[in-house]
Protein backbone atom coordinates (compact mmCIF):
# COMPACT_ATOMS: atom_id res chain seq x y z
CA UNK A 1 0.00 0.00 0.00
CA UNK A 2 2.76 2.12 0.91
CA UNK A 3 4.84 1.68 -2.30
CA UNK A 4 1.67 2.54 -4.67
CA UNK A 5 1.11 5.75 -2.66
CA UNK A 6 4.08 7.70 -4.16
CA UNK A 7 2.45 6.13 -7.61
CA UNK A 8 -0.76 7.72 -7.19
CA UNK A 9 0.13 10.63 -6.09
CA UNK A 10 2.22 10.78 -9.53
CA UNK A 11 -0.60 10.10 -11.65
CA UNK A 12 -2.76 12.73 -10.38
CA UNK A 13 -0.15 15.08 -10.81
CA UNK A 14 0.46 13.96 -14.25
CA UNK A 15 -2.90 13.78 -15.15
CA UNK A 16 -3.45 17.05 -14.21
CA UNK A 17 -0.70 18.74 -15.34
CA UNK A 18 -1.62 16.92 -19.17
CA UNK A 19 -5.05 17.79 -18.75
CA UNK A 20 -4.25 21.66 -18.30
CA UNK A 21 -1.76 21.70 -21.08
CA UNK A 22 -4.13 20.05 -23.28
CA UNK A 23 -6.90 22.15 -22.40
CA UNK A 24 -4.22 25.63 -23.10
CA UNK A 25 -2.71 24.09 -25.88
CA UNK A 26 -6.28 23.83 -27.27
CA UNK A 27 -6.95 27.23 -26.69
CA UNK A 28 -3.40 29.09 -28.11
CA UNK A 29 -1.67 26.59 -29.94
CA UNK A 30 -2.01 27.14 -33.82
CA UNK A 31 0.08 26.05 -36.64
CA UNK A 32 0.04 29.09 -39.39
CA UNK A 33 -0.99 26.18 -42.23
CA UNK A 34 -0.07 28.95 -44.96
CA UNK A 35 3.19 29.46 -43.60
CA UNK A 36 3.87 26.13 -43.33
CA UNK A 37 2.37 25.12 -47.30
CA UNK A 38 5.09 27.56 -48.18
CA UNK A 39 7.87 25.59 -46.24
CA UNK A 40 6.66 22.45 -47.79
CA UNK A 41 6.49 24.19 -51.47
CA UNK A 42 10.04 26.14 -51.04
CA UNK A 43 12.08 24.26 -48.81
CA UNK A 44 10.66 20.51 -49.43
CA UNK A 45 10.17 20.66 -53.22
CA UNK A 46 6.27 19.73 -52.74
CA UNK A 47 4.40 21.22 -56.15
CA UNK A 48 1.21 21.93 -54.26
CA UNK A 49 -0.63 25.16 -53.92
CA UNK A 50 -3.02 24.34 -51.81
CA UNK A 51 -3.29 21.14 -49.23
CA UNK A 52 -5.82 19.15 -51.72
CA UNK A 53 -2.80 19.14 -54.03
CA UNK A 54 -1.19 16.80 -51.62
CA UNK A 55 -3.33 14.00 -53.29
CA UNK A 56 -1.55 14.24 -56.45
CA UNK A 57 1.71 13.68 -54.36
CA UNK A 58 3.26 10.30 -53.99
CA UNK A 59 2.51 8.56 -50.93
CA UNK A 60 6.16 7.78 -49.76
CA UNK A 61 6.82 11.50 -50.46
CA UNK A 62 4.47 12.12 -47.65
CA UNK A 63 5.25 9.52 -45.16
CA UNK A 64 8.83 10.46 -45.56
CA UNK A 65 8.04 14.39 -44.92
CA UNK A 66 5.98 13.29 -42.05
CA UNK A 67 9.17 11.07 -40.05
CA UNK A 68 10.62 14.71 -40.41
CA UNK A 69 7.67 16.53 -38.40
CA UNK A 70 7.92 14.15 -36.09
CA UNK A 71 11.57 13.80 -35.51
CA UNK A 72 11.59 17.41 -35.20
CA UNK A 73 9.16 17.66 -32.32
CA UNK A 74 11.10 14.90 -30.75
CA UNK A 75 14.18 17.18 -30.78
CA UNK A 76 12.17 20.13 -29.45
CA UNK A 77 10.74 18.21 -26.81
CA UNK A 78 13.85 16.27 -25.49
CA UNK A 79 15.36 19.89 -25.22
CA UNK A 80 12.92 20.79 -23.06
CA UNK A 81 12.55 17.91 -21.32
CA UNK A 82 16.50 18.18 -20.36
CA UNK A 83 15.73 21.81 -19.16
CA UNK A 84 13.17 21.40 -17.14
CA UNK A 85 14.41 18.02 -15.83
CA UNK A 86 17.03 19.66 -13.75
CA UNK A 87 14.17 21.02 -11.89
CA UNK A 88 13.14 17.24 -10.64
CA UNK A 89 9.42 16.70 -9.92
CA UNK A 90 9.11 20.58 -9.18
CA UNK A 91 9.30 21.89 -12.69
CA UNK A 92 6.79 18.44 -13.64
CA UNK A 93 3.95 20.78 -14.43
CA UNK A 94 5.54 23.52 -16.38
CA UNK A 95 7.05 20.87 -18.23
CA UNK A 96 3.92 18.57 -19.16
CA UNK A 97 2.24 22.20 -20.22
CA UNK A 98 5.09 22.73 -23.13
CA UNK A 99 5.02 19.11 -23.64
CA UNK A 100 1.64 19.20 -24.60
CA UNK A 101 1.94 22.34 -27.03
CA UNK A 102 4.84 20.30 -28.60
CA UNK A 103 3.02 17.39 -29.33
CA UNK A 104 -0.39 19.57 -30.84
CA UNK A 105 1.85 21.10 -32.94
CA UNK A 106 3.53 18.25 -34.07
CA UNK A 107 0.09 16.88 -34.92
CA UNK A 108 -1.45 19.96 -36.61
CA UNK A 109 1.73 19.59 -39.17
CA UNK A 110 0.28 16.02 -39.77
CA UNK A 111 -3.02 16.76 -40.01
CA UNK A 112 -2.36 19.49 -42.86
CA UNK A 113 0.45 17.34 -44.44
CA UNK A 114 -1.87 14.77 -45.31
CA UNK A 115 -4.29 17.25 -46.55
CA UNK A 116 -6.47 17.52 -43.08
CA UNK A 117 -6.93 21.10 -42.35
CA UNK A 118 -8.81 22.74 -39.07
CA UNK A 119 -10.64 25.98 -39.76
CA UNK A 120 -13.67 24.42 -39.11
CA UNK A 121 -15.17 23.62 -36.06
CA UNK A 122 -15.78 19.93 -37.36
CA UNK A 123 -12.42 19.51 -38.68
CA UNK A 124 -10.76 21.00 -35.33
CA UNK A 125 -13.07 18.10 -33.61
CA UNK A 126 -11.61 15.90 -36.06
CA UNK A 127 -8.06 16.83 -35.06
CA UNK A 128 -8.73 16.01 -32.04
CA UNK A 129 -10.59 12.68 -32.69
CA UNK A 130 -6.42 12.37 -34.28
CA UNK A 131 -5.19 13.16 -30.73
CA UNK A 132 -7.21 10.44 -28.93
CA UNK A 133 -5.95 7.88 -31.18
CA UNK A 134 -2.33 9.01 -30.86
CA UNK A 135 -2.87 8.63 -26.73
CA UNK A 136 -5.05 5.38 -27.46
CA UNK A 137 -8.02 6.40 -26.54
CA UNK A 138 -11.22 5.16 -27.95
CA UNK A 139 -13.93 7.75 -28.04
CA UNK A 140 -16.24 5.77 -30.54
CA UNK A 141 -18.88 6.91 -28.21
CA UNK A 142 -18.40 10.70 -28.24
CA UNK A 143 -18.63 10.73 -32.38
CA UNK A 144 -22.65 11.71 -32.31
CA UNK A 145 -21.51 15.24 -30.37
CA UNK A 146 -18.41 16.13 -32.53
CA UNK A 147 -20.08 18.94 -33.95
CA UNK A 148 -20.33 20.48 -30.54
CA UNK A 149 -16.46 21.32 -30.41
CA UNK A 150 -16.84 23.08 -27.22
CA UNK A 151 -18.22 20.03 -25.51
CA UNK A 152 -16.66 17.46 -27.41
CA UNK A 153 -12.84 18.58 -27.16
CA UNK A 154 -12.78 19.04 -23.45
CA UNK A 155 -14.07 16.07 -22.92
CA UNK A 156 -11.67 14.00 -25.00
CA UNK A 157 -8.68 16.04 -23.44
CA UNK A 158 -9.72 14.52 -20.01
CA UNK A 159 -9.68 11.14 -21.54
CA UNK A 160 -6.72 11.71 -23.00
CA UNK A 161 -4.66 13.15 -20.19
CA UNK A 162 -6.42 10.03 -17.63
CA UNK A 163 -4.74 7.45 -20.47
CA UNK A 164 -1.68 8.88 -20.56
CA UNK A 165 -0.91 9.52 -17.12
CA UNK A 166 -1.60 6.19 -16.65
CA UNK A 167 0.88 4.32 -19.34
CA UNK A 168 3.33 7.17 -18.42
CA UNK A 169 3.48 7.01 -14.60
CA UNK A 170 5.95 4.15 -14.36
CA UNK A 171 8.52 5.62 -16.73
CA UNK A 172 8.09 9.59 -14.91
CA UNK A 173 8.44 8.43 -11.58
CA UNK A 174 11.99 8.24 -12.39
CA UNK A 175 12.21 11.89 -12.07
CA UNK A 176 12.14 11.25 -8.22
CA UNK A 177 15.98 10.55 -8.91
CA UNK A 178 17.17 14.45 -8.85
CA UNK A 179 20.50 13.06 -10.53
CA UNK A 180 19.19 11.70 -13.28
CA UNK A 181 15.92 13.98 -14.11
CA UNK A 182 17.05 15.98 -16.62
CA UNK A 183 18.19 13.15 -18.78
CA UNK A 184 15.36 11.51 -18.07
CA UNK A 185 13.26 14.26 -18.99
CA UNK A 186 14.70 14.31 -22.31
CA UNK A 187 14.12 10.62 -22.25
CA UNK A 188 10.62 10.80 -21.82
CA UNK A 189 10.10 14.07 -24.14
CA UNK A 190 11.64 12.37 -26.76
CA UNK A 191 9.76 8.57 -26.87
CA UNK A 192 6.76 10.44 -25.82
CA UNK A 193 6.18 12.73 -29.25
CA UNK A 194 8.03 9.91 -31.01
CA UNK A 195 4.74 7.49 -30.12
CA UNK A 196 2.18 10.18 -30.25
CA UNK A 197 3.69 11.28 -33.54
CA UNK A 198 3.48 7.72 -34.79
CA UNK A 199 0.29 6.95 -34.10
CA UNK A 200 -1.19 10.07 -35.14
CA UNK A 201 0.38 9.55 -38.48
CA UNK A 202 -0.56 6.46 -39.35
CA UNK A 203 -4.41 7.54 -38.40
CA UNK A 204 -3.63 11.05 -40.88
CA UNK A 205 -2.44 8.49 -43.27
CA UNK A 206 -5.06 5.94 -43.17
CA UNK A 207 -7.96 8.59 -43.09
CA UNK A 208 -5.88 10.09 -46.58
CA UNK A 209 -5.70 6.96 -48.33
CA UNK A 210 -9.78 5.97 -48.14
CA UNK A 211 -10.19 9.86 -49.16
CA UNK A 212 -7.83 9.56 -51.96
CA UNK A 213 -8.97 5.90 -53.19
CA UNK A 214 -12.53 8.07 -53.87
CA UNK A 215 -11.25 10.69 -55.87
CA UNK A 216 -10.70 10.99 -59.52
CA UNK A 217 -7.71 9.80 -61.17
CA UNK A 218 -4.83 12.14 -60.68
CA UNK A 219 -3.42 13.02 -64.49
CA UNK A 220 0.15 11.96 -63.37
CA UNK A 221 -0.74 8.35 -62.68
CA UNK A 222 -1.26 7.82 -67.15
CA UNK A 223 2.79 8.64 -66.66
CA UNK A 224 3.08 5.35 -64.68
CA UNK A 225 1.77 2.70 -67.30
CA UNK A 226 2.71 4.69 -70.89
CA UNK A 227 1.87 1.12 -72.56
CA UNK A 228 -1.84 1.66 -71.84
CA UNK A 229 -2.29 5.02 -73.37
CA UNK A 230 -4.29 4.80 -76.46
CA UNK A 231 -2.06 4.52 -79.80
Known amino acids: MFEQSPKSWLKKKLEAGLRRGFE ?27 FQGVYSVEVGQLDAMASRVIQSGMRI ?5 AGFGLGG ?10 LAAITVRTLQKLSLLYGFEFNTEEETAELWIAAASAAGVDISRDLL ?6 RFVPRVIRRIAIQASQEAVEKWSGRLIPIASSLIGASLNYYFVRAWGERAKNHFRERHLRIRKHREPQPLSTVEHPARLPG
Open 77 to 81: AAAEG
Open 24 to 50: RAYQTVRVDSQAFLSQLRMSYGMPIAS
Open 89 to 98: LITIIPDLGI
Open 145 to 150: EKEVVN
